[in-house]
C-alpha cells in the first residue's frame, strides 16, 4: 500500500487559515489524493480529493505538488467545529484496500 | 448527508457471548467495508465486500465474520467475544467503480467485552 506521511498533531486560531501538509512520495501515477476528517466519536467524512489539479470546494481547498509528491489540505478560516484527526489517504481505485488511514494529524483549534 | 447506518452505538457485553453488529446503507452502494479502530489509533480494515454474496478479509486479521445477503446489508459477527475484541468498528460503504469513488461512514458501534 501506498503510504502518507503527516505530523502527528497542529494547532490553530480560530478564523485563522490552516495548511495541513501531507507527503506521499511512493505515489504512483493512478492514485489519487484523499482527505477525510474525523471528528470526536464520529466515523471520518469526505474532505476533498484530487488527482494532480489544486481543487476547492465548499469545505477546502486541496493543493498539490507539481511532483504530486506532497499535498496540502487548506482551511480557509478555522472554526472550532474543524477541531479533528485529518487523514490524508492515496486511493488506487479497483483494488481491493484501496483507501488505506494511517494515524493523521490532530488538529486543536484555539478560540 | 451520509445515509449510512450502524446499531448499536455501544454495547456492553461478557466474554462468550455470540454479538452481530449491524450496518446498514441506502445509497445502493456495491462496495462496503468494516474497519477497526483503537483509541487514537489508525483505522485497520477487517472485511469488504464488492457486493451481495462477496466477503473478503482485509489487511488486520479479525475472528469476526461477514455476510452479504442484500446490497443494503453487511452485519459483522463475533462467535465468541472476548475482551481483545474490544474496540470501536466502522462500518462505511462507497461508490465503486468511478474515478470518483468515496467513501462514507457510519457513526460507529463501540464495543466494551468485559
Known amino acids: 500500500d501506498a503510504k502518507t506521511t503527516q505530523p502527528n498533531s497542529m494547532e490553530s486560531n480560530e478564523e485563522e487559515p490552516v495548511h495541513l501538509p501531507c507527503n506521499h512520495s511512493?505515489?504512483?501515477?493512478?492514485?489519487?489524493i484523499h482527505w477525510y476528517r474525523q471528528l470526536p466519536s464520529q466515523g471520518p467524512e469526505y474532505v476533498i480529493h484530487?488527482?494532480?489539479s489544486n481543487v476547492n470546494n465548499r469545505m477546502a481547498s486541496l493543493a498539490i505538488a507539481e511532483d504530486r509528491k506532497s499535498s496540502t489540505l487548506i482551511l480557509h478560516r478555522a472554526t472550532l467545529r474543524d477541531a479533528a484527526v485529518y487523514y490524508c489517504?492515496?486511493?488506487?481505485?479497483?483494488?481491493?484496500?484501496?483507501?488505506?488511514f494511517g494515524t493523521g494529524t490532530s488538529l486543536t483549534v484555539i478560540p | 448527508e451520509a445515509d449510512i447506518y450502524q446499531t448499536p452505538r455501544y454495547l456492553v457485553i461478557g466474554t462468550g457471548k455470540k454479538i452481530t453488529l449491524e450496518c446498514s446503507q441506502t445509497?445502493?452502494?456495491?462496495?462496503m467495508y468494516w474497519y477497526q479502530q483503537d483509541p487514537g489509533m489508525e483505522l485497520h480494515l477487517i472485511h469488504y465486500?464488492?457486493?451481495?454474496?462477496?466477503?473478503e478479509k482485509g489487511d488486520l486479521s479479525s475472528e469476526s465474520t461477514v455476510s452479504r445477503i442484500r446490497t443494503e446489508h453487511f452485519p459483522l459477527t463475533l462467535e465468541s467475544a472476548r475482551p481483545s475484541h474490544t474496540s470501536q468498528y466502522l462500518c462505511?460503504?462507497?461508490?465503486?467503480?468511478?474515478?470518483?469513488?468515496?467513501?462514507?461512514f457510519g457513526s460507529g458501534t463501540q464495543l466494551s467485552v468485559l
Open positions: 462505511a460503504s462507497s461508490d465503486a467503480g468511478t474515478a470518483n469513488e468515496k467513501l462514507f
Open positions: 511512493t505515489i504512483s501515477g493512478t492514485d489519487y
Open positions: 484530487g488527482l494532480t
Open positions: 489517504i492515496l486511493s488506487r481505485p479497483n483494488t481491493g484496500n484501496q483507501f488505506y
Open positions: 445509497m445502493g452502494h456495491d462496495k
Open positions: 465486500s464488492y457486493g451481495v454474496n462477496s466477503t
